[in-house]
Structure formats: structure tokens, C-alpha cells
């Protein structure tokens, strides 16, 4: 009889990815979480896995062969105290990921303030390209798989390097029990308020992994980065190979890797390896935040044995995971994104590259504070200029909001009004508004995406569902 795992906080991107992959090592899978839905819930259940909503203790009697305890959980749970009053064997999901599968592939752990969904779905697909079959878990729905976790065949296996906390009883990073083959470092800036009280705290968790990677393995960072330089001053045992994008001679700033853009918009740029040209990448994304995921991803492929000319090939035929500038619809010329942003710079990186891609035509930016960070007012003095890019912004007042957005609000309307100049006789008051209701915000977005008969891109940002705000607005559309 297969031994038994529970679950707590199932539903979850990262512990519903192990529970799929638990269930095709073998074992009995159930959980539970606070809300069961879809489409966590879905793709469970369509695993054979049982899922009860709420933490009432009777879910644990009799008791599974090991309890896993999410991030989520918290003293004071009901289960939690049941499990730790009657000593029932638990651990957490990193950890377990560690004993039962890691430690027996090699693992490509992609790790970053912005970027790790992304990147580790494409250092994904090019492998899967590449017909090595590798095992994943991804933070969420890559659109090359109809998963976001999976076993796989193959000797690699990719894996999204969070560095937020654990468990409530491991308080270090997640990633520390990966232990990396190669490690990509893809940017490192202050996040997390809620867990680090500032970026040294951050830099000592990314020294604790670098310190776990191998002599034999790989570091991937890009140049320039400040905070990530002194991580690698802190002690680093592994070969390191560099990052560099502009428009320096290949080779001359010692970059193992270089990319060139040769449209605006990053949708097509050159790869260099060593001062020397591997080809064209031509995509259907765009930005430089994309430009760099993708180039790591070739650069961690081809060190596990892809050709660049397939990996470059590969990754010509990625999909941006759902959430990712993923375009929801378009009526009457009107196209509607869904983007993940939640920090400034992944804000203003997001604009830059949609601005690149539309040129003059109208942006519409709409954004919900919503993460823990930017909840708790951290980013406030930066979140103004991330989004100057935009020719609209409606910004969400969601409840519990530690500060107020009025603010952010008035710098932009300023800013709008220097970009038009003192002596123009243009009222800017409402280029930045905020609203406190979806329906009234929906409403608002309609009225200025058809003030103006031409076409009208509306990016919405958040981390979370944002009450369903995409569908609505494209049928109020």
C-alpha cells in the first residue's frame, strides 16, 4: 500500500505542484486549504487527488504517513495544532521536494526578484524542445504544458527559486533546500517587507544558496547589479559566467553571454557566446526584462548539453506563461493584458516594453496594490515614476491598504503636466484616479478606452484574481 501524504494549503501554484508530483512518484495524496477552486483545484482533482476545503482536524484521523505544511499555515491553524499535539510526522514542502526528488536530478533553479515564472518555463520548454524530457515546478501555468508540475522522464529538472520564506517553523529561504547543478541570479532588489526587513536581509539568503551549489555546476548572473555582486563577494566556489545587454563590441566588457536587441521592442535580438554570434532569437514577447529571462534560459540550457542553434529555435516558439502580459482579448480595437507586476521596477519594465511594442497608441495602466509589500507601503515613493509610462492610470484602493494612494496620484498628474509643458493649457488633474469599487472601475476604464475612436491597449496589473476584473471589463466592452 502507497504511504500517504497530507497536504495543508493545497491550492496553492507551489504545494499544488507538490502534490502532482508527489502523486506520480506514487504516493496517496490528499490536502485541504482555506478555499478549494479553480483552477488548482481542477487540475487536482484530475490527478486523482482528494481535496477537502477547511482545516477541521478530522481530516487527519487516522493519520497520513507525513503531514506537509505550507507556507500559508500559521500557529494557531486547527490542523497545525492537532498535528503538533499528537507529535504526527511533518515537513515542509521545499524540504520534502529535497529528500524525494531533487537529490536524485540534476536541478536548474531559476532565482530573482522579477522573472522566475518565466524564466524557468523557458529553460523548460527549450529542454523539452530538445526531447530531454525534464522534470518542473513552476509557480504557474506555463503555456507550452498543460501543467505546472511534472515528474518528466529526463535527468534535469527546473524549478522556480522563491525566496520567501518556508514553513512557519523554517524560516529560511525556500530555495535553500533546492541545491542547485546551476543557479541563474536573474536581478535582486528589496521585496518581501513582510518577511526581510531590508536587502541585506534578502542577500544573506541568496549567499545561503550560492554557497550550496557545486564546484562542478554553474552560476548565470547578469552585470551590473549591485546587489548581486555583493552576494558573490560574500564567497562563491562555483564557475560564474556574466550577462551583458546594450550595444558594447561582443566580448569586449568579458560577458560569457551578450544579447542585442535589433527591434525596440526586444521581439527580436542577436545571441553571442563569447564575442561570437549564435543567431536570432525572433518571439512573440517584449521587453528587456524578456530579452534577459530568455538569455539566461539559453545560456542554462546549453550548459546542459542543447545546441544553441535549438536553443534558439526553442525558444523562438515560447508562450509567456498565463499572467505574464497575457493578452485576455481585444473589442473594437481595444486589447486587454493581464500582467503579474507588483514591484515598481517589474511595473515600469512591463510598461517600457509594451510602449516599445505600440509606439504612440493609447496605454491605459490599471493597478492593484495588492502584494504584502506594496500593502504595507514599502514601494510608495517609487510607484509613481514605474508608471510614467502609461497615458492613463487607475490605480485600485483595495481594503486594508496601510497608506493612502492620493499621492501617488498627484505626482503623476504633475508629472503628466511637465511632460506637456507650463505654457500648454491642458488639464491633467485626471490622468491618475482611483477607485475604491470594481464596477465603478470597470466603468471608468470603458469610458477613456472609447473616448477616442483608435486603438487602446488597458494593462491590468496585479498579483491576485482582482475580483475577476478582466472578464467583466471585456464584456462591459
Not at 11 to 16: D, K, L, S
Not at 116 to 131: D, N, P, R
Request: net charge negative.
Amino acid at each position: 500500500m502507497s504511504k500517504h501524504i497530507h497536504i495543508l494549503g493545497i491550492c496553492g501554484t507551489f504545494m499544488g505542484g507538490i502534490a502532482v508530483l508527489a502523486k506520480q512518484l506514487g504516493y496517496k495524496v490528499t490536502g485541504s486549504d482555506a478555499n478549494v477552486y479553480p483552477p488548482m483545484s481542477t487540475q487536482l482533482e484530475a490527478q486523482g487527488i482528494e481535496l477537502i476545503e477547511g482545516y477541521d482536524p478530522s481530516q487527519l484521523d487516522p493519520a497520513p504517513d507525513m503531514v506537509i505544511v505550507g507556507n500559508a499555515m500559521s500557529r494557531g491553524n486547527p490542523c497545525v495544532e492537532y498535528m503538533l499535539n499528537r507529535k504526527l510526522a511533518y515537513t515542509s514542502g521545499p524540504q520534502w521536494l529535497s529528500t524525494h526528488l531533487l537529490q536524485h536530478r540534476y536541478v536548474i533553479a531559476a532565482s530573482g526578484t522579477h522573472g522566475k515564472t518565466t524564466t524557468a518555463a523557458m529553460v523548460a520548454w527549450i529542454l523539452e524542445y530538445a526531447g530531454l524530457d525534464p522534470g518542473f515546478l513552476i509557480g504557474g501555468v506555463p503555456q507550452n504544458f498543460t501543467e505546472s508540475a511534472r515528474l518528466g522522464g529526463g535527468y534535469f529538472f527546473v524549478i522556480e527559486a522563491d525566496e520567501y520564506d518556508t514553513a512557519f517553523f523554517d524560516k529560511r529561504a525556500k530555495f535553500v533546500h533546492y541545491q542547485p547543478n546551476t543557479l541563474i541570479m536573474n536581478n535582486l532588489e528589496y521585496d518581501h517587507a513582510d518577511i526581510f526587513p531590508d536587502l541585506a536581509a534578502i542577500q544573506r539568503q541568496f549567499h545561503h544558496v550560492v554557497r550550496t551549489v557545486p564546484s562542478n555546476g554553474l552560476i548565470l548572473m547578469p552585470d551590473n547589479v549591485p546587489a548581486l555582486d555583493e552576494v558573490k563577494a560574500q564567497g562563491c566556489w562555483t564557475p560564474v559566467q556574466r550577462l551583458s545587454l546594450g550595444d558594447k563590441k561582443p566580448g569586449s566588457d568579458g560577458s560569457h553571454w551578450q544579447a542585442k536587441k535589433l527591434r525596440a521592442d526586444a521581439s527580436q535580438f542577436e545571441v553571442y557566446c563569447k564575442g561570437e554570434l549564435a543567431g536570432v532569437v525572433n518571439w512573440n514577447l517584449i521587453g528587456e526584462h524578456n530579452l534577459q529571462n530568455g538569455m539566461m534560459a539559453i545560456a542554462a540550457a546549453h550548459y546542459a548539453g542543447v545546441e544553441l542553434s535549438q536553443a534558439i529555435a526553442g525558444l523562438g516558439e515560447f508562450k509567456t506563461p498565463k499572467r505574464r502580459m497575457e493578452v485576455k482579448g481585444e473589442v473594437q480595437g481595444i486589447r486587454v493584458y493581464d500582467d503579474f507586476a507588483h514591484h515598481p521596477t517589474a511595473i515600469a519594465t512591463t510598461l517600457a516594453g509594451l510602449r516599445a511594442a505600440v509606439g504612440h497608441e493609447r496605454i491605459i495602466a490599471v493597478l492593484e496594490p495588492r502584494s504584502n509589500t506594496m500593502r504595507m507601503g514599502t514601494h510608495q515613493q517609487a510607484l509613481a515614476q514605474s508608471l510614467t509610462l502609461a497615458d492613463d492610470v487607475l490605480l485600485y484602493q483595495p481594503e486594508g491598504l496601510d497608506w493612502a494612494l492620493q499621492p501617488v496620484a498627484d505626482e503623476l498628474c504633475t508629472e503628466h503636466s511637465l511632460r506637456q509643458g507650463a505654457s500648454v493649457d491642458v488639464d491633467n488633474s485626471d490622468k491618475a484616479v482611483i477607485h475604491q469599487h470594481i464596477d465603478t472601475l470597470i466603468g471608468e476604464i470603458s469610458k477613456r478606452a472609447h473616448a477616442r475612436n483608435e486603438p487602446c491597449h488597458v494593462l491590468i496589473m496585479s498579483n491576485g484574481s482582482f475580483a475577476g476584473i478582466h472578464d467583466k471589463l471585456l464584456a462591459q466592452l
